[in-house]
């Protein structure tokens, strides 16, 4: 089966399980802490469930979720190099519990540390984004990407998450930042699908993840990003488990982008 046949079948079963695990449970329940913090609940639980069950049908891998132990997601990533689902259930928990209708369903296929198939489906608006790694990207079955850009970072839209960035930058983006506006709507899937689709221009985050970005990064990649992370430009090669993520439309924003985010650390 190839690439494209395989992200067909996985749009399909992305989209199924959203409507069928979480649509019916969004504000109607009640959320639980994990030891991080971060919020989980029966919605997250089912999705993850109903992944991990069907995923394996499309492409012999297991699955890898946000809702395991530190320990579980270790061992499959240790374990699995040439074949590796991951999947976050519901990105956006906490928009998920109060009713905000920013959250999605993120699945990617991972093989030697790399995303080669991604879906990112937002149920409330049904919106599927996709990706498979050198074919492109695309938005409801229409390839984005490449689209007119602003030339300049002043006249740019920029999602950015201050939480994780450390140092001057969180002050210095809110003060003294090159862009026009700015924005933080609390999922980093959709954040790089809206960068893909050009309804961001910049992106700014401190730490995600391996779930938030291995979807959404590729679907970005795919539509003509420019990706780099706080230590330098090669995006795939750093860190696992908490990657951040400089981000722009085209290699033209990114380079003054990059730059400014470097001086301002």
């Not at 469930?49 to 069907?54: D, F, G, I, S, T």
């Not at 809702?67 to 976050?88: I, R, S, Y």
């Not at 960068?195 to 970005?213: C, E, K, S, T, V």
Request: glycine share 10%.
């Amino acid at each position: 089966m190839s690439n494209l046949d395989t992200l067909t079948r996985l749009q399909a079963l992305t989209r199924a399980i959203a409507r069928e695990e979480v649509m019916p449970r969004f504000k109607r329940v009640t959320a639980g802490k994990k030891l991080d913090g971060s919020l989980f609940t029966e919605a997250d639980l089912a999705s993850q469930a109903a992944l991990a069950a069907q995923l394996p049908q499309i492409a012999p891998y297991p699955v890898l979720g946000e809702e395991m132990t530190v320990a579980e997601q270790q061992a499959l990533w240790d374990a699995n190099p040439d074949g590796l689902w991951v999947v976050d259930p519901i990105d956006g928990t906490t928009n998920f519990v109060h009713g905000l209708p920013y959250f999605a369903v993120s699945v990617a296929l991972m093989r030697q540390g790399r995303s080669v198939l991604g879906a990112v489906y937002l149920p409330v608006l049904d919106e599927m984004f996709a990706a498979a790694a050198g074919e492109g990207a695309w938005l409801n079955g229409e390839k984005i990407g490449h689209g007119e850009a602003p030339a300049a970072l002043a006249d740019t839209v920029a999602v950015v998450e201050p939480k994780y960035l450390g140092g001057r930058l969180p002050t210095r983006v809110v003060c003294v930042a090159p862009f026009g506006s700015l924005r933080n709507y609390g999922a980093s899937t959709i954040d790089w699908c809206y960068l893909a689709a050009g309804r961001f221009d910049l992106m700014l985050h401190g730490a995600q993840r391996l779930w938030d970005y291995a979807a959404g990064a590729l679907i970005a990649q795919e539509a003509g990003c420019a990706l780099g992370t706080l230590h330098g430009r090669d995006y795939w090669g750093d860190t696992i488990w908490a990657r951040s993520a400089v981000a722009a439309r085209n290699e033209a924003l990114f380079e003054p982008w990059f730059h400014w985010v470097e001086q301002n650390r």
